[in-house]
């Protein structure tokens, strides 16, 4: 079977059961420590810092102001809570300094990323310098397509393969297939993933997840549509820091203008877990889902 086909195959049978294979990705939707609508974001001028929520406990009492709080978790995991003034900053500027900080936390694993991007974007000029022989033996790569080719159409179903690629329609899930790069759309939410560059990009409305992944090493931007400011920004790797961190990221909310509240983790775990989740309530806890 092509592997176009498999993967076609395996999204659709993917509410009923998992497909085995060379590779097994499963997207999901949760709402850890932040069930509820949204709200609008409170204005605040100082941390609310509790002694103790969750498995997190404060170190000392609130610096700087009532503007940072600082706390530890299991496993000496550490957070920090930031009360940030936009002044005449921008968010993606305040947010960008507090990427880059978190990065130098885990150097190699951001290495690799930025390498595999940098690769993936040089795979991609030498794609563009082919395309003109690539149009060249278009008549003959149809020919080849076309002899390959397989259809099925029975009313509401609509399968298409053509040598590796392949298109599928259902009513309400459009699929498709083309190299390296596929795309599913799901009733309003659309999911563009290239094996090429270890991409996915996820759209639902104004809401965006984006995750690159290169052998262990991933990263996750997620935000929310809307004025207000709801961004998350994970970076993981099973190998161990220097400094023993597996996991570094932050969660930034905040209503249009600021004040932003900003929690960064660090942790020895790979996944997310409680500290995370415990991480999110102090935001909630400041200024509102």
């Not at 083309?178 to 659309?190: A, C, L, P």
């Amino acid at each position: 079977m092509r592997r176009p086909l498999f993967v076609m195959i395996c999204a659709l049978s993917a509410l009923t059961a998992a497909c085995d294979g060379e590779r097994t990705i499963r997207i999901t939707s949760t709402h850890t420590g932040d069930d509820g609508p949204r709200g609008v974001l409170k204005i605040v001028d100082a941390l609310q810092c509790p002694q103790t929520i969750g498995t997190l406990t404060r170190k000392g009492s609130a610096r700087a102001g009532g503007t940072v709080c600082t706390y530890t978790g299991a496993k000496g995991a550490e957070v920090s809570l930031h009360l940030v003034r936009l002044d005449n900053t921008s968010i993606e500027t305040v947010l960008q300094a507090f990427e880059t900080r978190l990065s130098r936390e885990m150097p190699l694993t951001t290495a690799r990323l930025r390498a595999a991007e940098a690769s993936a974007a040089a795979e991609a000029a030498h794609a563009d310098a082919d395309a003109a022989r690539a149009d060249a033996n278009a008549a003959r790569a149809d020919a080849a397509a076309a002899a390959g080719s397989a259809t099925v159409r029975v009313p509401g179903v609509h399968i298409e393969t053509r040598g590796e690629d392949a298109d599928v329609r259902l009513p309400g899930i459009n699929i498709e297939s083309h190299g390296d790069r596929s795309s599913v759309r799901i009733g309003g939410i659309n999911i563009q993933s290239n094996d090429g560059t270890g991409t996915v990009n996820i759209r639902s409305g104004e809401d965006r997840v984006s995750i690159q992944s290169h052998a262990d090493s991933t990263e996750v931007r997620t935000s929310t549509g809307g004025d207000s400011t709801r961004i998350t920004w994970i970076l993981t790797d099973p190998e161990a820091s220097e400094a023993g961190w597996r996991l570094v990221g932050f969660e930034a909310r905040g209503p249009q203008g600021g004040p932003v509240v900003i929690a960064t983790i660090r942790s020895r775990d790979k996944e997310r877990g409680r500290v995370f989740a415990d991480a999110r309530d102090l935001v909630t806890l400041n200024v509102g889902r």
